[in-house]
């Protein structure tokens, strides 16, 4: 059964730290490219980063550049976003991609960043 896992979500302060995981099981996690998305409250789902199946090319949204950090470990069948100065904006459900011939996706990790 093909499984995207996502955890590390939870409450923290504007100007936080989070980390945020997403282990995958049941396919060949390291031939496909990986992403993290997004989705606000009363807002469309938005691609926050994404990367290449071995690692060497990563992509960012504007909005999140120079704060957010996405990196994998395929040996561990895991991808990761490292989430810093985060701000209230930030606030949403993160959605874990995986896309090749077939995509899938996780169920999903609230970030809230609130005072």
């Known amino acids: 059964q093909v499984q995207l896992v996502e955890s590390g979500g939870g409450l923290v302060q504007p100007g936080g730290s989070l980390r945020l995981s997403c282990a995958g099981s049941?396919?060949?996690?390291?031939?496909?490219?990986m992403s993290w998305y997004r989705q606000a409250p009363g807002k469309e789902r938005e691609l926050v980063a994404g990367?290449?199946?071995?690692?060497?090319?990563?992509n960012y949204a504007d909005s999140v550049k120079g704060r957010f950090t996405i990196s994998r470990d395929n040996a561990k069948n895991t991808v990761y976003l490292q989430m810093n100065s985060l701000k209230p904006e930030d606030t949403a459900v993160y959605y874990c991609?995986?896309?090749?011939?077939?995509?899938?996706w996780g169920q999903g990790t609230q970030v809230t960043v609130s005072s």
């Open positions: 049941g396919f060949t996690f390291s031939t496909y490219a």
């Open positions: 990367i290449s199946s071995v690692g060497g090319i990563r």
């Open positions: 991609k995986a896309r090749r011939s077939t995509d899938y």
